[in-house]
């Protein structure tokens, strides 16, 4: 919890007392709910967010429409319960009209059917990326300002197929929604390109021992696509590295995410060279992006370059100050005037062009990279292509994508 309370956050745990920093409304003051991950394997992802939500706050001066900014922060352990838990506890007890978050996918799924049930509350997703959030059954007053985990994946599959030759992919991945929606994505692209899928090996949130898996992996893959996070990558890598696992890796967005790159060991060894994808990139030389990660590097503990954790956050906390700017930090009745103007918001983030489609989902630029090593020893996300405005159907068209079905364990399947 040590970051919240060096960028000096409230904080509001699920469960806590209504008294403790309150965020009822006062005079001149505008406050935000933030729900993030402070508990469990993805802890630094959740401690990262708060990061580029500062970052967000601070271009605004801390201020929006002459109203000083108020955020409260609940936390929740990547559990639907406890970010449900938690995102009630800012509504109904501490008074938010506005919340931001969650971090993990079936978390976003759980709050989204949570916001359908407070018509007048307005939530922005954080970086929950899995599919179903907005594609089926969306809820009219949550936004996604940051794309989701299959979109994320655009080119990856054609690029391991196509320049780098596997035939041949298993998958290691975690069992919930968000890593369903990345490997649908990877595997819509390369399994259309005529590569196969053999095995996936789904596991459970916070697996310590990868053992089994490694030794059932089959012996003719040409690659293993990951697509674990936070201390579930870390122990994965580690373990495959110490098994003398030789298949090359595919990395899922999470799994080379710099909340990875950065940590102890010899995963290095394992990760350099793996292709990846996702909405952002280390390498990254616009000024949009410079300005971004020089303001990201002023908070505390940083990591060397901003994780996708604190841009999705970024992402979502500045397109609501935005929306709240134009119209003069007066939601409207029931908030109605601040989800007009968050529709039809659209502006340059640090990666490119943010706009929305018709369930309030993002249209944004991907990017295709390859782990690299700096001169100094860390590793980054170098950019190999930028996949411009990609858009959550990912380019087929809306039959084409609605034969796929919804995604799942199952789904798709290309043995």
Same mark, same amino acid.
């Given at each position: 919890?040590?970051?919240?309370?060096?960028?000096?956050?409230?904080?509001?745990?699920?469960?806590?007392?209504?008294?403790?920093?309150s965020a009822l409304a006062e005079d001149g003051t505008i406050s935000i709910g933030v729900v993030s991950i402070f508990e469990?394997?993805?802890?630094?992802?959740?401690?990262?967010?708060?990061?580029?939500?500062?970052?967000?706050?601070?271009?605004?001066?801390?201020?929006?429409?002459?109203?000083?900014?108020?955020?409260?922060?609940?936390?929740?352990?990547?559990?639907?319960?406890?970010?449900?838990?938690?995102?009630?506890?800012?509504?109904?007890?501490?008074?938010?009209?506005?919340?931001?978050?969650?971090?993990?996918?079936?978390?976003?799924?759980?709050?989204?059917?949570?916001?359908?049930?407070?018509?007048?509350?307005?939530? &922005?997703? #954080? @970086?929950?990326? !899995?599919?179903?959030?907005?594609?089926?059954?969306?809820? =009219?007053?949550?936004?996604? %300002?940051? +794309?989701?985990?299959?979109?994320?994946?655009?080119?990856?599959?054609?690029?391991?197929?196509?320049?780098?030759?596997?035939?041949?992919?298993?998958?290691?991945?975690?069992?919930?929604?968000?890593?369903?929606?990345?490997?649908?994505?990877?595997?819509?692209?390369?399994?259309?390109?005529?590569?196969?899928?053999?095995?996936?090996?789904?596991?459970?949130?916070?697996?310590?021992?990868?053992?089994?898996?490694?030794?059932?992996?089959?012996?003719?893959?040409?690659?293993?696509?990951?697509?674990?996070?936070?201390?579930?990558?870390?122990?994965?890598?580690?373990?495959?590295?110490?098994?003398?696992?030789?298949?090359?890796?595919?990395?899922?967005?999470?799994?080379?995410?710099?909340?990875?790159?950065?940590?102890?060991?010899?995963?290095?060894?394992? &990760?350099? #060279? @793996?292709?990846? !994808?996702?909405?952002?990139?280390?390498?990254?030389?616009? =000024?949009?992006?410079?300005? %971004?990660? +020089?303001?990201?590097?002023?908070?505390?503990?940083?990591?060397?370059?901003?994780?996708?954790?604190?841009?999705?956050?970024?992402?979502?906390?500045?397109?609501?100050?935005?929306?709240?700017?134009?119209?003069?930090?007066?939601?409207?009745?029931?908030?109605?005037?601040?989800?007009?103007?968050?529709?039809?918001?659209?502006?340059?983030?640090?990666?490119?062009?943010?706009?929305?489609?018709?369930?309030?989902?993002?249209?944004?630029?991907?990017?295709?990279?390859?782990?690299?090593?700096?001169?100094?020893?860390?590793?980054?996300?170098?950019?190999?292509?930028?996949?411009?405005?990609?858009?959550?159907?990912?380019?087929?068209?809306?039959?084409?994508?609605?034969?796929?079905?919804?995604?799942?364990?199952?789904?798709?399947?290309?043995?």
């Amino acid at each position: 919890m040590n970051i919240i309370r060096k960028l000096g956050f409230a904080l509001a745990l699920a469960g806590a007392p209504a008294a403790l920093d309150s965020a009822l409304a006062e005079d001149g003051t505008i406050s935000i709910g933030v729900v993030s991950i402070f508990e469990g394997p993805f802890t630094v992802q959740g401690q990262d967010t708060l990061r580029g939500v500062e970052v967000a706050v601070k271009e605004f001066g801390g201020t929006v429409a002459g109203k000083k900014i108020k955020l409260v922060v609940g936390s929740s352990d990547s559990t639907p319960d406890s970010a449900v838990r938690a995102t009630r506890k800012l509504v109904e007890q501490d008074g938010v009209e506005f919340v931001i978050g969650p971090l993990s996918g079936d978390e976003g799924i759980a709050v989204k059917n949570y916001a359908a049930t407070k018509p007048n509350v307005t939530f &922005l997703n #954080g @970086t929950s990326g !899995a599919q179903e959030t907005t594609m089926r059954d969306p809820a =009219p007053n949550f936004f996604r %300002f940051g +794309t989701d985990g299959a979109q994320w994946m655009a080119g990856l599959g054609r690029y391991a197929y196509d320049n780098k030759g596997y035939r041949k992919v298993a998958v290691v991945a975690e069992d919930y929604s968000f890593p369903y929606t990345q490997v649908f994505g990877f595997m819509s692209e390369f399994c259309a390109a005529g590569g196969k899928v053999p095995e996936k090996f789904w596991v459970p949130i916070g697996t310590k021992d990868y053992s089994s898996v490694i030794a059932a992996m089959p012996d003719d893959i040409d690659a293993v696509f990951v697509d674990l996070g936070g201390a579930d990558s870390v122990n994965f890598l580690t373990q495959y590295l110490q098994s003398g696992g030789s298949a090359p890796l595919v990395g899922g967005t999470v799994t080379v995410d710099q909340t990875v790159l950065t940590a102890k060991g010899r995963i290095r060894d394992v &990760l350099i #060279g @793996t292709p990846s !994808a996702g909405p952002l990139a280390d390498s990254l030389d616009t =000024p949009a992006w410079n300005a %971004f990660v +020089t303001a990201y590097k002023a908070q505390p503990d940083a990591f060397p370059t901003p994780s996708l954790f604190a841009h999705g956050y970024y992402l979502n906390a500045k397109a609501l100050l935005l929306a709240l700017d134009m119209i003069g930090g007066e939601p409207g009745d029931g908030g109605a005037k601040l989800r007009s103007e968050l529709a039809r918001t659209t502006f340059d983030g640090p990666t490119g062009r943010v706009s929305l489609d018709e369930n309030r989902n993002a249209i944004a630029d991907i990017f295709l990279t390859e782990v690299a090593e700096n001169q100094d020893g860390t590793l980054y996300n170098k950019l190999v292509k930028v996949v411009p405005q990609v858009n959550q159907k990912l380019g087929f068209t809306p039959e084409a994508f609605a034969a796929f079905g919804a995604v799942s364990r199952e789904n798709p399947s290309c043995q």
